[in-house]
């Protein structure tokens, strides 16, 4: 599986927008990008995923710089419940059942 | 619905003992995975399924057990308890294998304590 990088942390303030950074500069042609968040003490939860284009979704948005070798997760006006640890995560088009964790971006809101 | 539900919440075993844990999802999924969360780690994968009597190996199954006779559950056994498995235990389900647009939807996990 392709590797991601990120930032071990983020800090930034309630209502204000947050840019997550992930740099995956061995990317194949067929690798979708993932992002997963966990809150604390719970399991981890889908936020978006993409391929080349910009997405945008209820909770997220992901710009996919033109080359695919980074990506950055906006969170638009953080809350105090986007306080979690987020994780980019590459999966194949066509297989690859399991998610890779890495150690993801502890992200902390402060009030 | 309930979505991805594990027991227990809690669990301290001792070294050698043995134990199940359960997990059961209401979507109809066919594909269950069971992962584990070390302190400050990223979750590893232990065992899937890819439906009801078929069961593959993750990164790291060493240790554990699984089986698949339904759909809905995909019950993780240890049986022989070491203090290197003290961990968070997470069960998931997806309902796609592709990886363009499976999501997994994940349970609240079991803390396992090992002593």
New interface residues.
Partial sequence: DAKTTQPNSMESNEEEPVHLPCNHSTISGTDYIHWYRQLPSQGPEYVIHGLTSNVNNRMASLAIAEDRKSSTLILHRATLRDAAVYYCILRDRWGAQKLVFGQGTRLTINP | NAG?TQTPKFRILKIGQSMTLQCTQDMNHN?M?W?RQDP??????IY?S?GAGITDK??VPNGYNVSRSTTEDFPLRLELAAPSQTSVY?C?S?GL?????????????TRLTVL
Avoid at chain 2, 40 to 45: A, D, S, V
């Fill in positions: 991805v594909y995975y992962y400050g780690m990223g979750l590893k994968l899937y890819v993750g990164e997470f998931a997806s294998s592709s990886g363009s647009t499976d999501t997994q939807y994940f349970g609240p996990g």
